[in-house]
């Protein structure tokens, strides 16, 4: 199978950080490949860059229908955004786009 260049990209990231968390990891490689090989956006490789998350994070506690009930609510949405992938963190900011226009800049459609 000939792979283009995200998908090789991808490839690469997974073999890297499996080989540096092998046994602590939950999934197996070879799901993760394929995933980069059939629907990458079920991986975190957009929402990467230095303080995105942050940025994202914070809008969304803007929202009415956010209800995070702890000592440090950002931490709380932060820790939640962490452990999603691509598409879910798109999902939620069209989402709550509706109630926090902001959160449109951070869809897919719109360039970061």
């Known amino acids: ?5 995200k998908q090789k990209s991808a490839y690469d990231h ?6 540096a968390v092998w046994k602590r990891r939950r999934t197996h490689v070879f799901t993760e490949l394929r995933k980069a090989a059939n629907h990458p956006l079920l991986l975190r ?6 303080g995105v998350l ?23 949405v932060m820790e939640m955004l ?16 509706e109630l926090v226009p902001q959160l449109r800049q951070y869809t897919l459609d719109a360039p970061m």
């Open 54 to 76: 942050h940025k994202i994070a914070r809008l969304l506690l803007v929202s009415p229908d956010m209800r995070v009930e702890c000592a440090n609510p950002l931490d709380k």
């Open 45 to 50: 490789r957009i929402y990467n860059k230095e």
């Open 14 to 19: 997974i073999i890297d950080m499996y080989k």
């Open 82 to 97: 962490d452990k999603m992938s691509d598409f879910e963190i798109h999902n939620w900011c069209v989402q709550e786009s």
């Open 1 to 5: 199978v000939v792979l283009d260049e």
